[in-house]
């Protein structure tokens, strides 16, 4: 299994999002093989409030520490000029496999214009970049569609499957745009049925959220996969939702190889 929406934890005290006891990668892998979860992909918390350079070198830091199980995806402030430069730099000397951005927090509507530089550089790598949704008024899947639509050569990704509210229009901005995936993460049971009937299958994925909590083990998580594994779906639909699918959009036989 493959979990396309994990955070590194945040380091807590001044500047950390979080009162929390930061945990190492290793305590994390251990938790993924309780939960039977092979590859995370990880991406920042603090970072999504403050993004800096020195974040992003943590984060592929902490993945560092286990690279054959975790996949390190960078942010940046979209509105900063040297942000392309700071995508370049993720994306090529640090490692990383794709970009996470959270624009309900960082401020910015996803089709804004200086998301375009950043989807260039994410083009040129052939890296995902992949969205907070379901909540307005800046992290709306048609929002997140729009810039997709602009960018067909960088696939795009619903990080929460529209959540609660907005898991209608993410199917409608999935169906409708070739470059959009969509990770069910916190979406309702409702929701993930309805997706998962629609949506084109190979371009499901699957994702826990985990890392929101101070404590390693993730109770949160383990409710998540028993929510799909007993999803009323076919089982080589589930399959390419929980594996295959991430596989290929991460291009992790590429890595081993
Ligand atoms: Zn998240």
Request: charged share 20%.
């Amino acid at each position: 299994m493959i979990d396309f929406h994990v955070h590194k934890p945040s380091e807590g005290g001044e500047g950390g999002r979080y009162d929390s006891r930061p945990y190492t990668a290793a305590d994390y892998v251990a938790v993924m093989d309780e939960l039977g979860i092979d590859v995370s992909v990880v991406f920042t918390l603090d970072g999504l409030w403050h993004p800096s350079p020195a974040e992003n070198d943590r984060v592929a830091a902490w993945v560092a520490e286990a690279p054959d199980r975790l996949v390190a995806f960078g942010t940046v402030d979209p509105r900063l000029p040297d942000a392309a430069a700071e995508t370049e730099r993720c994306l090529g000397e640090l490692g990383m496999r794709g970009l996470k951005f959270h624009p309900w927090i960082q401020a910015f509507c996803p089709h804004e214009a200086c998301m375009d530089p950043i989807a260039e550089v994410a083009a040129a790598h052939g890296a995902p970049i992949l969205f907070h949704d379901g909540t307005p008024p800046y992290s709306t899947p048609l929002q997140i569609a729009a810039l997709a639509r602009r960018h067909p050569d960088v696939p795009m990704v619903l990080g929460h499957g529209g959540l609660q509210d907005h898991w209608r229009e993410a199917i409608a901005a999935v169906t409708g745009t070739p470059n959009l995936w969509i990770c069910l993460c916190g979406t309702p049971n409702a929701g993930m049925r309805a997706v998962v009937a629609r949506c084109p299958s190979q371009r499901l994925l699957f994702g826990t959220d985990a890392g929101l909590g101070a404590a390693v083990s993730q109770p949160f998580a383990a409710e998540r996969i028993a929510e799909v594994e007993q999803l009323e779906i076919e089982e080589e639909v589930r399959a390419a939702m929980l594996d295959g699918n991430a596989r290929a959009l991460l291009r992790l036989e590429e890595q081993v190889g």
